[in-house]
């Protein structure tokens, strides 16, 4: 609220039409005592801002719709949780379908490239394991940057479904690849899951937007935040799915170790775990499609985009249960101002969102090559505490059940703890401030664990190797992978919101890329004859950290491109209410507006 709105909007009379004329009569008797030093003193400091905003020529707040009025200002209610869940299960489903790969990629290698005779099981080539693991994040690109355009220009509601549909068709083609061949089959499954990434792909602008537009002012990022940390709990659900599958196949079908007995220690039911893993995906994508589809669209794409003020007015009155007064003169002149008609591409955009939007996409970039790239050092935590044993002591059945038990125990000390405390804790301490110490955490865990990694490395420092990388993994999810997502749905216009949203996320899945597979070859030992197979050499894990943690220190710095968006609106935040073009004044003037 600016500060014109502020003062005709303020709670004492106003004698002669003067907003600066206040009467501490107009309040009731019973409260003048509490509220009148309050009042004398805020009502000096709202005088000298409102003169000097005069005398400076910012432009004013225009009063904003009854109905955004309204969303904005409501106690926390059912609908809101509805939505959380509508949302968030989509978030659930995404994150189970693009983490769930990792637990079966060991599956596949001993199935399709076991060599007779071998001392080892086989594992996937390093081409096919890029294919294998990366092909879902290139979709997953795509499908951000076209859906998030698509939801601006269709609306939300509509391309939520198709997003929805596709994730479910494709989780459930991924587990029915076919094949003549090893690499028919895998070939099969890299389409199916790059068309699986491209509907999670959309699921990101789409659910952030449609939640930032429902929710009040007051507890907005913690809404948004709570859909984001559903990708723990699904990320937990592809653990929990994989221990259930491969513990029952193992009761079923006991078969000896590799060392023991090469041929026999691939059940040929083993074929079967992989595939249902993928397929339970369709699971609770499916569940939640009729009720994703009862969704009313949002009131500011209905209202700000569509411009329609009947049918905002009449979806928001089913949600609050409060009839609107249909706004159709306000709706148009709000149309007809410079500040609601630049485009993505205009010097008005990079004018008054350039920066906000470089802030976004470098932040949001910079913090997936250093989450993604963690994957690099998994297998040193693992097999230092024995969670994982050597390959040929188990069999293809043993091996995913361990993994699976590996990746559900630091999901549940970690990763889900980190989203919830960034949900309990975003609209008290702000975005900026997590964004900001998250990043500074994982700076500092990332060089502790890189500096002396010789020292960790060894067999008694274990224990302390561990809650290193826990604790990076905390500092993550309580901080930017949590508010890279919760920024980019708050401070862009309606009519652009989902699109920016969507060019962030690409950013970020461009730096999933870069983390998951550029590091993974980098973090390669500098001897040849040390590296994985068919790998090259590489720098090495330490230096490959000390990498890392400069990556996170940048990401430090393109964080003060970010603005807070605590406690205001959206339209406040992205200056639809200004009734100027005020351009460059506009960041001075929302300073203002938090008084």
């Avoid at 869940?85 to 290698?109: P, Q």
């Avoid at 028919?184 to 068309?195: D, E, M, N, V, Y």
């Avoid at 009131?299 to 009449?314: D, E, F, G, H, P």
Wanted: proline content about 5%.
């Amino acid at each position: 609220m600016k500060v014109e709105t502020f003062i005709n909007s303020w709670p004492l009379s106003t004698p002669n039409n003067n907003p600066l004329s206040f009467s501490p009569l107009s309040l009731p008797l019973q409260l003048y005592p509490i509220f009148s030093h309050w009042c004398n003193s805020l009502k000096e400091a709202v005088q000298e801002i409102y003169y000097t905003a005069k005398r400076e020529g910012l432009g004013m707040a225009r009063e904003q719709l009854v109905v955004l009025n309204a969303l904005d200002l409501a106690k926390t209610q059912w609908y809101h949780f509805t939505a959380i869940v509508i949302a968030g299960m989509g978030f659930f489903t995404d994150a189970y379908d693009l983490f769930c790969i990792s637990l079966v990629t060991k599956l596949l290698g001993r199935i399709y490239y076991t060599k007779p005779g071998a001392p080892k099981p086989g594992t996937l080539p390093p081409n096919v394991a890029a294919a294998v693991n990366g092909v879902a994040l290139c979709g997953t690109l795509a499908g951000q940057l076209f859906f998030g355009w698509l939801g601006d220009k269709m609306g939300r509601k509509k391309v939520y479904g198709i997003t929805l549909v596709l994730m479910v068709l494709c989780s459930l083609a991924s587990g029915l690849s076919f094949g003549s061949s090893a690499n028919g089959t895998i070939a099969t499954l890299c389409f199916f899951r790059f068309w699986l990434g491209f509907g999670i792909g959309g699921d990101y602008p789409l659910s952030a937007t449609i939640m930032s537009e429902y929710a009040n002012k007051k507890t907005r990022g913690a809404f948004i935040a709570a859909v984001f940390a559903m990708q723990g709990f699904g990320i937990l659900a592809g653990g929990i799915v994989a221990l259930v599958v491969s513990a029952a196949f193992d009761h079923r079908f006991k078969t000896p170790s590799y060392h023991e007995n090469p041929a026999a220690s691939l059940a040929p039911q083993a074929d079967y775990i992989w595939r249902i893993i993928l397929m339970f995906g369709a699971v609770p994508a499916g569940l939640t499609f009729y009720w994703r589809m009862k969704m009313p669209e949002t009131a500011r794409y209905t209202a700000l985009v569509a411009k329609n003020a009947k049918q905002a007015a009449s979806d928001m009155s089913k949600v609050l249960n409060v009839e609107f007064e249909v706004e159709e003169e306000k709706i148009q002149r709000i149309a007809q101002e410079p500040a609601n008609s630049f485009g993505l591409f205009s010097k008005e955009f990079a004018k008054r969102h350039g920066l906000h939007l470089l802030g976004t996409t470098s932040t949001w970039f910079l913090l997936d090559i250093a989450f993604y790239s963690q994957n690099l050092f998994q297998k040193d935590i693992f097999s230092a505490i024995n969670w994982i044993p050597p390959a040929a002591t188990m069999n293809a059945i043993d091996e995913v059940f361990r993994i699976a038990k590996a990746q559900t125990l630091i999901a549940l000390c970690s990763t889900v703890p980190g989203y919830w405390f960034t949900v309990a804790l975003i609209d008290h301490l702000g975005r900026f401030f997590i964004q900001m110490m998250g990043f500074f955490f994982m700076t500092i865990f990332m060089f502790a664990i890189a500096i002396p990694y010789h020292h960790w490395t060894l067999k008694p420092n274990r224990i302390g190797f561990v809650v290193m990388y826990s604790l990076t993994f905390f500092f993550a999810n309580f901080g930017p992978n949590a508010t890279t997502f919760v920024v980019p749905a708050e401070i862009f216009p309606a009519r652009l919101r989902s699109t920016c949203h969507g060019i962030s996320a690409a950013a970020g899945k461009a730096g999933a890329i870069i983390g998951a597979f550029g590091f993974l070859y980098a973090a390669q030992s500098t001897d040849p004859k040390k590296t994985d197979a068919g790998y090259p050499p590489g720098i090495g894990v330490r230096w490959s950290l000390i990498v890392l943690g400069i990556v996170n220190f940048v990401g430090m710095l393109f964080t003060l491109l970010v603005p807070e968006a605590k406690g205001k609106s959206l339209e406040e935040l992205s200056g639809e209410n200004a009734d100027e073009n005020d351009g460059e004044k506009q960041a001075a003037s929302a300073r203002m507006a938090s008084v």
